[in-house]
């Protein structure tokens, strides 16, 4: 929306990774249907073209791939990691210097059916100076035992004759739940999508499996057939989805959290009130939602009997009021009216794009220029028919022959935009207030030349025929959509087919250009095999172009009798509270800012929650508590800080560095020794100078080690060997590998303690911190000199 009502923010780089840039656009479009932003409504200010224009823009990155940003940021490196929340889904890090920011608004690192768990103790991910995570939590349950309550719940309510009632997200945790119901429920059973986007995601994700875990791969490579391309799913309308027959199904409808002029919210409606519905939450809904009053009263029906936790069943009975919204065509002045705003919005935006092609042109410095000699030459002029009012000195500007391009659309198609020629030859008003060089007093436009590794790059549509540029697109609404004959292919106004009906006698069908066509009671019974292969060839059930049947909407409020059941599985796929902590104290970062939470649940948690057991694990370290207690292995110093929306937080200076050369004497001093890690250390003592010096006529200020005088030096050699300092962390698996190579048997026992011969045992409670119990004698010494050689002492 940012990009569209200001064009010059498009300027701003954008990066993401390939399926958040692909599955986004689709978010957007449903997110902006539902609010009446786009579409063949009368309340649409942009059109599906500008979303996939902003989209496009967006600099795709894979996994592990680190950018350096320019202009003012320059310094700071982003570098993207799976998050194994979505698909393409990131927890990003940013580096700059000394500093390292990792922002983690949602991950999981536990199994999922088709994505790969993230894995935030990555070397490079360790130890960062802020760490800004999501508070939303996930089940503490396996992800085993919430797949099999999610089965066992869907198959219960299939075999009571009833209708699984299933919101999700389309470019989310919908690719989740379709793998699991394909592969373990009953081929016979229909499955029904309510989307203003339809299976377009699922095509998308057919492309991406390099995105999905190993097993998803294995599948592709077996099968030679994506997961994603099922032929079970069937696309319907909300006109349809009131006409379906009682029986068992499951039916998939985009909206997590049922927002107005959402399908989610509209089928809520047509299912809430029969006794045949099932109701199943796989996300928990924003606090603030329709959907989560629906939580609410689930978690408190459940509670009524102590069996508040994933899959209890539960029945809504209930009265509660909800808004839809009500399409009416438009018809006489007020059609005329919204088609001229479409036109006059089409033709603005127009004119922004020229423009702005115009100054990228202007200023951009990797041009090819294909003869000087034109350069010099004088512009020519063009000149059309019409509007003379607007010529200046028998001269058209730029400006106006576009417009003039426009009015007289019954020439060129309408969307094919002014070739680079035509405006070469037209007198050019320039805009040089960010013109740099000589551009900005000799301003001027040289003919851009595309090259690639095999020379210039060819246009393939300068080569195309005139009947080949325009291409139909089957689309539909709500019940009317187009439908292509096999045997006939004309768009007369009164087009003619023969088909057979199951009788064998002969029809006829008529339907009207544009591909609307009215259904006669019993007159389709024949060819339902050919309307169902035909429909499952589109991608979407919903018309999106503003000139095609458009509407006006009406929000009208209704009280509604629900009657159904209701339950509540989590496959969010959303760390829980014990791993997030682990995870934490693993990572060791200076501070930890928790982001609010876009979901609550009263068993499972939320920000304050992650706040309160992090508060307690280090008290019980300060106070020293349960020595071998696994709780109590935190990291002190550590910051948390739970943050409010639009609220400032001033971290101030986490880490001051400074660049520090050494003398040439300390050079050749240093001493190496390398730590677990791949590590090396080096211990050196010395005196900081500060002297400051001019470097390209700018003073600046140099830090430099030199050698200590003797008198100081022997105060310090004094000091120094009151007490030694050990630095490295000893990794218990790393010690086993080295204790066998010296003919010890060595293996994990218990909680994670390393027994060596069955006579010594290692503990390890902190980092660098271990423990060595068992009788003093030779093994004893043996075990801890091999410790002392995996660390470096100073």
Known sequence: MLLYKYPILRRIKTYSTLPIAKLGRLATTELYRAMGLIGPIETAIMEVDDIERAFNNIISLNYAQSIGLQGN???ITITSYNSGHTLGGSIWQFNRGAEKIVYAPAWNHSKDSFLVNSKLNLPNLMRPTTLISGSDLG???????????????????????STLFLPT???????????????????????????????????????????MSSDITKNWETQNQSPFESTRIQLITLKELEQLEQGPKILFAESLDMSEGSLGRACLATLCTRHHTAIMMTERPHPDSTFYDLYAEWERLVSQDNRLSDGSLAILDQHFSLTVPTENALHGTDL????????????????????????DDLLNDDIFEEDDAEDDAEPGVLKLEGDDEEAVDGKTTTSTSIMQSTRHNDVKDEDENVPIDSILKMPMDFDVRNAKGKNRMFPFIVKKVAVDD???VINHNDFMREEERFVLKATGTDGDRAEESADDGDESDNQEAEYNDKSGNKRKRRGKRGGRK???????????NSNLLERKRLATLYNMDPTVDPVSIKKTTAIFSAKCGITFVDMSGLADLKSMKITFNNLKPRKVILLPNTSYSNY???????????????????????????????VLGTDYIKSQPNELIDLGSVITSYDLQLDDDLDKQLKWQEITGGYSIAHIVGEVSKNEDDINNRTTTIFKLHNLSKDKQATLDVNASAKKLTIGDVKLNDLRLQLSRQQHHAEFKGDGALVVDNQIVVRKIT?????????????????????NSMLAVV
């Open 73 to 75: 940021l320059t310094g």
């Open 139 to 161: 089940s503490s349950k396996s992800h085993k035992h919430r797949v099999e309550e999610f089965l066992k719940l869907a198959n219960v309510t299939l075999n009571n004759n």
């Open 169 to 211: 997200s389309m470019t989310g945790r919908f690719f989740e739940l379709i793998l699991l119901l394909e592969k373990n429920i009953d081929i016979n059973i229909p499955f029904y999508l309510v989307s203003y986007t339809g299976v377009k995601s699922m095509q998308f994700s057919a492309n991406m499996l390099e995105w």
């Open 336 to 359: 005329n009216s919204y088609l001229k705003k479409v036109e006059e919005r089409r033709t603005h935006q127009k004119e922004i794009e020229l423009e702005q092609k115009k100054n």
């Open 454 to 456: 095999y020379g210039i």
């Open 518 to 528: 009215k259904r006669r009671k019993g007159a389709y019974k024949g060819s339902e």
């Open 604 to 634: 499972i948690g939320d920000c304050n929650s992650i706040m309160q057991s992090m508060v307690k694990q280090q008290r019980d370290k300060l106070m020293g508590q349960s020595f071998f207690s696994q709780n109590v292995n935190g």
């Open 767 to 787: 980092d660098g911190r271990l423990v060595i119990d068992g009788l003093v004698c030779q093994l004893f010494y043996e075990v801890r000199d091999l410790v």
